[in-house]
């Protein structure tokens, strides 16, 4: 026969007060850790708490106080697909919690006009913000930008590209060191013995995932694969056209490249460069992010293999865990994991789901 204690219900904010022989008032000042508590009626609370085993519904309090959150994405204001399609999934991923009471509004920054970035940051004022997820090169105005909001108790996390010497709370994001090696190796083992160069395109080396990339790439290479010798960096600033002239002048200008690192620049630029070229051998390339683009390049063969992030699960994850801050609530670490995936021809998802998770 059941006890007492397993037929009842889940234990409410009165249970509380009542085990804690304070009131209610006092039970919300301490959940929400509002001042004018006592530290010895604090401890109370929380030892009643913690022996009734008490869970706070926050979704019920935030409806009853009708507080709404108020994110914003700072994001690149580049063309390229992967940067609109996650434009596209935080629109989406925002729709699916409305009724969740939580806004949010996108600012686009240019990443070569300091001018604008500097203004449109400055701009931001912390009492109508509640959260930030911001995608940026990792620079002084930006990392004072953060202290700034940081120090008014906004909720920043970094997305995609990492800002770890600033005050953010929480990246959004795979492991771009990782991401890289992974690349690496499946290049190497494609190119296989062949001895040569690797060109490597990159958006800007001013960008952290993309130095983050490159530094994982050469490591491999470094160590796994001492017969192939990575180029500088070219810098193609999602530029399909600069892209292409670039790759194309590389490859002219050496003879002897195997194959091409796509990091994150126009892939369609360096497809073009690629097809364009003549070689008695096709040249091996990998490339970044799953877009309509990528996808193509794939199926047609030009492209081997393509290490994708998750554009849908960046944008649900950067809302979770900025509510999830706001609310002095943890970070569920698995459910926030950004995985690396690797997509070749033979696996690639269908095309009316190009984001899976």
Do not use: W
């Not at 219900?9 to 001042?35: F, G, H, I, Q």
């Not at 030892?47 to 009734?52: G, N, P, Q």
């Not at 994001?75 to 699916?96: C, H, M, N, W, Y």
């Amino acid at each position: 026969m059941p006890s007492n204690q397993d037929t009842k219900s889940k234990p409410t904010v009165r249970d509380v007060a009542r085990e804690a022989r304070v009131s209610l008032a006092t039970v919300d000042r301490v959940l929400n850790n509002r001042e004018g508590v006592r530290e010895a009626t604090v401890k109370r609370v929380r030892t009643a708490i913690e022996k009734l085993g008490y869970v706070r519904d926050l979704s019920a309090a935030n409806l009853a106080r009708r507080r709404t959150y108020r994110f914003v994405f700072v994001l690149p204001d580049g063309k390229g697909q992967f940067l609109t399609g996650l434009r596209q999934s935080i629109d989406e991923a925002v729709e699916g919690q409305l009724y969740d009471r939580v806004e949010a509004r996108k600012v686009l920054i240019s990443s070569r006009n300091n001018t604008d970035l500097v203004q449109k940051l400055m701009a931001l004022d912390p009492d109508e913000i509640d959260g930030l997820a911001i995608m940026a090169n990792e620079t002084p105005i930006v990392r004072d930008t953060i202290a700034r909001l940081k120090k008014q108790g906004v909720a920043v996390v970094s997305i995609v590209s990492d800002q770890p010497n600033s005050d953010r709370d929480h990246f959004v994001g795979f492991d771009n060191v990782s991401a890289g090696r992974t690349a690496g190796t499946l290049l190497g083992r494609f190119v296989g013995d062949r001895p040569g160069r690797v060109a490597v395109v990159v958006t800007s080396m001013q960008a952290r995932d993309m130095i983050e990339r490159r530094l994982g790439f050469d490591s491999v290479m470094a160590e796994q694969f001492p017969n192939l010798k990575p180029l500088p960096s070219i810098e193609a600033y999602d530029d399909p056209e600069l892209a292409e002239r670039l790759t194309t002048r590389c490859l002219r200008e050496n003879d002897n490249v195997v194959a091409v690192y796509s990091v994150g620049a126009s892939v369609r630029g360096v497809a073009d460069a690629l097809t364009s070229h003549v070689s008695d051998k096709r040249l091996i390339c990998v490339d970044h992010e799953l877009t309509d683009n990528s996808r193509d390049l794939l199926e047609d063969g030009v492209l081997d293999a393509v290490i994708n992030q998750n554009t849908g699960h960046l944008a649900r994850s950067a809302l979770r865990v900025m509510r999830a801050i706001c609310d002095d609530a943890p970070v569920i670490a698995s459910q926030e994991h950004i995985r690396i995936e690797i997509l070749i021809r033979e696996n690639l998802p269908k095309r009316h789901d190009p984001n899976p998770i």
